[in-house]
């Protein structure tokens, strides 16, 4: 099936959706598909994730990071299966199961069988959705091509358009460091831990700040 836009809607297959940048890319054949940007949809969160077998589709995560008020997430199994855990318990979601999911629970999806994809849908509740800027899925294609000045570059526009969103200010952290610049990288990650001290526990495993994680600075982040 061909993609269709006109004025009134717009119609594609997940198959035609070209896979998200990720940080960190990896050879496990997992995929983000943007649906969000495919249909320029600003009212809600939305995406798919596809996964071979044995590999988590969801990675295991809760939604506060972005606060108390985080997002809450319905989840549809599209095709193939999955293992699901949500605060340890465990369960199995065959094609067509929906599972809805609160902010603060644990979850993550493990495919349990090939072709296995993940419909998500997003938002916080009594708060209007806020899409993020066209500039960091930019800043993401580039750290994904090794160029970390450029993904810095793209990352900084994104923070000056989100001040506030402590994953704009960690990932610039992340790129500045990449790219040899302690200073920056320390200024980005602080502010990310002002705006929330979750953001810890990314600061404390993340491979992208091993150039700077010798700093005495470092150890200050940690506190």
Known sequence: MSSTVDSRYAVAHLNE??????????????????????????????GAFSAPEGIDAIGE??????????????????????????????????AGTLVQVQPTAKRKATATAEGTTILVVGGTSGKAYEPGPAEAGEALAAYNAGDYEEALAKQLVAVEKQPNNVVAHFNAGCFAA????????????????????GVKQLIATDEDLDSIREDQRFAELAK
């Open 61 to 94: 995560h809760d939604e506060t990071l972005f606060g108390e008020a985080g997002q809450e997430e319905l989840y549809f199994v599209v095709s193939g299966e999955a293992k699901f855990e949500v605060d340890g318990e465990a369960f199995d979601a065959p």
């Open 17 to 46: 959706i070209e896979p998200a940048p990720r940080v960190s890319p990896g050879a496990d054949g997992r995929e983000r598909l943007d649906v969000r940007r495919q249909f320029g949809s600003t009212a809600f969160g939305v």
């Open 178 to 197: 990449r790219a040899g610049h302690a200073d920056e990288a320390f200024e980005h990650l602080r502010r990310s831990i002002e705006i929330n001290e």
